[in-house]
């Protein structure tokens, strides 16, 4: 990996190199990027076919003429600013690329042929090990040799348990293979030690080779930005200072989703169940809003009226306001399509705010073999259009957010009201639906307390969009669009700022040869997701078929187990969103964030690490024996037993059917809930709610910010520390150095009352009362430690630290104790 410089103030420098033809990029002395002017080419293009499949568009386009370069000049323009003018050898039109320095680590390249109608195409030489990760949110490691294209489209299809036998066909995920997204963005991070990306919003289409990458750019001119930096961390850091950084979701979006449909009754019921059941949620999410229907194989939610079903939901003013006194937030769902001969459709083409096509009528999307129409947010009318119709009255009932479904449907020969083209529009159709929502969200609510939720996207929808959740995922553990594609897709997502990521629990589609979810599926797709930022349970399209969290008793328990553990996190995934917003660093991080100098780790996408301290590695498919697990560089210890694991090496275990292999790493402490004190002073284990809680039973965040646990991995010997951001403001420094004498004795706090989901064998504890601004001194077994809140914390906080008794550690083999 070229990732060995410390040097941070190194700028790019730029060098012609004639005898290789190629343009190079440098960063403290190192080749970053190689572009192989000769392969630069002018693309006259020829007829475009353009076949609907269902969902997808194939798109088929042969060049008549394609004209590389063959040479070339570099002109002073300015200080900070280069020009090379290339030309073919022989007529034809040239490329001009202008180079502009805008930071000592970042260049853009203005790059544009003066051929009216052509494309552009670029291409790199790289090493056959350079690893090109990204190209936003994909469900398949994008590897070469791979063809793919910048599009926004739904993801790939499973064929159930025939796409592991139809591998070799290259329709194979259905329609189009592995790589359509709905979020297929021309941006990618480089092991090379560069970030870059396109701004344009027109299709490129990718080939990637072991030794050649090109990129063919479906405009006359673009521009590529590239970011280069010491290390990973720093080139995304420095990525997102650019592009902007996301904005911290309210407390709530923390703690998991529950969905409810068919009914106000339903919604009411499911509340209740998970109080009574002490099922941390904080949000009921009602799809169905606008109606549904369900016999004894499906649910379907149509029509697409976007007005609420009155029989189904008689009262949501009442059924709002009795969620929010049970500490919930209440969530609907929001699409651009309207089906043709709702009330809101003719309302949208009397208002003349519907997409329309060449002949001036609107366009027609089919969904499920039902015709919409789709709104035109290029319209000047738009926004107050979707705010006065769609946004208001459902901020009217109740609702504190929603899903912003779909945004990837707009045909190429639509002609919007802003005179481009649906060539032009369609991909960047994803944020001018993101920013109506954002826009209406900001006005409505400047506090913040709100969330939507998208699965397209496009450069910029990280900035816009509060969470995106993986899309329609099959219900099985099959390859090609089952459990095994979630880590991948959350891996991608994270190079294009999608920090606050989930999955629908257990899959979605359930069509043709994919069967519903079973007990096994729901149970390994529920251990990943509790690890993940946003936890959400899903119904699924075969809802009155699939598993669900309350099917038996061991599922509700597990699931109770795990609900638990994710929101215990709450305070450890608040600590990495203030510093995914201070300094662009995500919170769900591939391993090669964290271990660039690794060579494995830039090929794993199975496992992933949350922050700096926990590494996670789920069983994604259906046998658990020999589960294959890669511990990089360090000591790691079993979250469930304790057992401590040394790497880096590969280590294969049969991990049980209730258990996420889950690790701690050594030198590192992670913030958790605990709960709150019971009258005995016990802790119960437990925050039902990271919203407030009114009325009913529950532990909420108020009560829990009142106490904090840290569990910690280290040595009686090490000398180490950290600040963390407290989500009740201010920040808690803790330091642990070695005793140097006896310890006193101290005060000591059992091990709270649920505690299935925390941390096993943390043998040591100790606890203190911390006033912001006043430090503590504790003496203990485990060594020195020193605790204390900051001045412009807001409230005392009882501080409890927790560790391992280091002369009973117990190491782990190749076969056992995970």
């Not at 109606?291 to 194989?297: A, F, L, N």
């Not at 809802?543 to 038996?552: A, G, T």
Request: with cysteine.
């Amino acid at each position: 990996m070229a990732f060995n410089r410390l040097d941070e103030q190194q700028s790019i420098t730029c060098t012609l190199d004639n005898t290789e033809n190629i343009l190079i990029l440098q960063y403290g002395g190192i080749a970053v990027m190689r572009l192989a002017l000769s392969e630069l080419a002018v693309v006259e293009p020829g007829p475009v076919s353009v076949t609907r499949v269902i969902a997808w568009d194939v798109i088929r386009r042969t060049p008549l003429r394609t004209t590389p370069m063959a040479v070339w000049r570099c002109l002073k323009i300015s200080p900070g600013r280069d020009r090379i003018v290339l030309s073919p050898d022989g007529p034809g039109a040239g490329i001009t690329i202008d180079l502009t320095r805008l930071e000592p680590w970042h260049i853009a390249m203005d790059v544009r042929t003066d051929l009216p109608g052509a494309f552009v195409q670029l291409s790199w030489q790289t090493a056959a090990d350079e690893h090109w990760r990204g190209f936003g949110e994909h469900s398949h490691t994008i590897l070469p040799p791979a063809q793919f294209d910048s599009w926004v489209e739904e993801g790939p299809v499973g064929l159930g348990w025939l796409s592991s036998w139809l591998t070799f066909l290259p329709a194979v995920p259905f329609p189009k293979g592995p790589y359509p997204s709905y979020a297929s963005l021309p941006l990618w991070l480089s092991s090379a030690g560069y970030s870059a990306w396109f701004e344009s919003s027109e299709m490129i289409r990718w080939s990637l080779g072991h030794w050649r990458r090109k990129a063919q750019v479906w405009a006359s001119q673009t521009r590529l930005h590239v970011i280069a930096g010491p290390d990973p961390g720093t080139i995304l850091a420095r990525q997102f200072s650019v592009l902007g950084r996301p904005s911290v979701p309210p407390a709530w979006v923390f703690a998991p989703w529950n969905d409810s449909v068919q009914g106000q009754e339903q919604a009411l019921l499911m509340a209740r169940f998970l109080r009574e059941h002490r099922i941390p949620s904080s949000a009921i999410w009602i799809e169905d809003w606008m109606g549904s229907h369900e016999d004894s194989r499906r649910f379907w939610m149509r029509p697409l009226t976007h007005r609420a079903d009155t029989a189904l939901y008689p009262d949501f003013p009442g059924l709002a306001s009795t969620l929010h006194a049970g500490g919930y937030r209440m969530l609907g769902y929001f699409c651009p399509e309207l089906t043709e001969g709702s009330d809101l459709y003719r309302q949208a083409d009397r208002d003349g705010v519907l997409v329309k096509n060449a002949a001036g009528r609107p366009v027609r999307i089919s969904i499920l073999g039902i015709s919409h129409g789709q709104l035109d947010p290029t319209h000047p009318h738009a926004f107050a259009w979707m705010r006065d119709h769609l946004f208001q009255p459902a901020l009217t009932l109740g609702f504190d957010g929603w899903m912003a479904d779909f945004g990837e449907y707009l045909p190429v020969s639509a002609q919007m009201a802003d005179g481009t083209t649906g060539w032009q529009t369609h991909n960047r159709y994803p944020l001018l639906w993101q920013q109506a929502h954002r826009t209406f969200w900001e006005q409505a609510r400047p506090s913040g307390d709100y969330t939507f939720f998208v699965r397209s996207g496009w450069v910029g929808t990280h900035a816009l969009a509060p969470v995106m959740w993986g899309g329609d995922s099959d219900t099985d553990f099959e390859e090609a669009d089952g459990l095994p594609t979630v880590v991948p897709q959350v891996l991608s997502a994270q190079t294009a700022g999608f920090f606050y990521w989930g999955t629908d629990i257990a899959g979605y589609m359930t069509f043709g040869l994919t069967r519903p979810s079973s007990r096994l599926l729901y149970w390994r797709w529920l251990q990943l997701a509790a690890l993940l930022p946003v936890m959400r349970t899903h119904h699924g399209t075969a809802r009155p078929r699939n598993w669900r969290f309350d099917k038996d008793g061991d599922t509700l328990d597990l699931y109770a187990r795990y609900a638990r553990l994710h929101t215990a996190l709450y305070p450890y995934f608040h600590h990495l969103a203030v510093l995914a917003a201070d300094d662009g660093i995500p919170l769900t991080r591939p391993l090669y964030l964290e271990y660039p100098q690794d060579a494995a780790c830039w090929s794993i996408d199975q496992q992933f690490m949350l922050g700096p301290s926990l590494l996670v590695a789920p069983v994604t498919r259906k046998q658990s024996k020999r589960h294959m697990i890669y511990f990089p560089a360090g000591s790691w210890r079993c979250w469930w037993t304790g057992t401590v694991h040394e790497g880096p090496r590969w280590t294969a275990a049969d991990i049980p059917e209730d258990r996420l292999p889950l690790y701690l790493k050594r030198g590192c402490a992670v913030p958790l809930f605990e709960g709150a004190a019971g009258p005995d002073g016990q802790m119960e284990g437990i925050v039902d709610s990271l919203a407030p809680i009114a009325q009913g039973p529950g532990v909420d965040l108020d009560q829990a910010l009142n106490y904090l646990a840290l569990y910690a991995n280290c040595g009686e010997e090490e000398d180490l520390g950290e600040e963390i951001a407290l989500p009740s403001g201010g920040r808690l420094s803790w330091r642990h150095r070695p005793a140097a004498e006896h310890p006193a004795p101290g005060a000591t706090r059992d091990r709270p009352r649920h505690f299935a989901h925390l941390p096993a064998a943390a043998a040591g504890s100790c606890t203190a009362m911390l006033s912001p601004g006043d430090p503590v001194v504790m003496r203990t077994a485990g060594g020195l430690w020193e605790l204390s809140l900051s001045a412009n914390s807001t409230r005392p906080v009882t501080c409890t630290v927790r560790w391992w008794d280091e002369s009973n550690n117990s190491k782990g083999g190749p076969s056992g104790g995970h």
